[in-house]
């Protein structure tokens, strides 16, 4: 019963900020883990980043790594993706996803949001 919506996307200059937010709507459980992901157009669905819920352990991907921080609130239910050091490279539809382990996350994850456009200018 897990929905997630996306918001906070747009069009940024390069070097600039952003902040993506999900919010969780349903029961988020201990063993649920939540993430990011990224899909410019032509090229395969990307992981950028995880959090589990309730430890609020973060993985990152290379490519984001210093420049992105994933958080969460659980009284809002709600995970956040802080975007700065932006890059063109770094436009694509953004998408919240959830799931009840971890390595289920990276494959396929169990809810998706419908995700929000962010596009880098240079």
């Known amino acids: 019963q897990v929905q997630l919506a996306e918001s906070g996307g747009g069009l940024v200059q390069a070097g600039g900020s952003l902040k993506l937010s999900c919010e969780a709507s349903?029961?988020?459980?201990?063993?649920?883990?939540m993430g990011w992901f990224r899909q410019a157009p032509g090229k395969e669905r990307k992981f950028v980043g995880g959090?589990?819920?309730?430890?609020?352990?973060?993985l990152y991907a290379d490519s984001v790594k210093g420049r992105f921080t994933i958080s969460r609130n659980g009284a809002k239910t709600t995970l956040y993706l802080q975007m700065t050091s932006l890059k063109p490279e770094d436009t694509a539809v953004y998408y919240c996803?959830?799931?009840?382990?971890?390595?289920?996350?990276?494959?396929?994850?169990?809810?998706w949001g419908q995700g929000t456009q962010v596009t880098v200018s240079s």
């Open positions: 349903g029961l988020i459980s201990k063993n649920y883990y």
């Open positions: 959090i589990s819920w309730v430890g609020g352990s973060t």
């Open positions: 996803a959830a799931a009840t382990s971890y390595a289920r996350l990276r494959s396929t994850s169990d809810y």
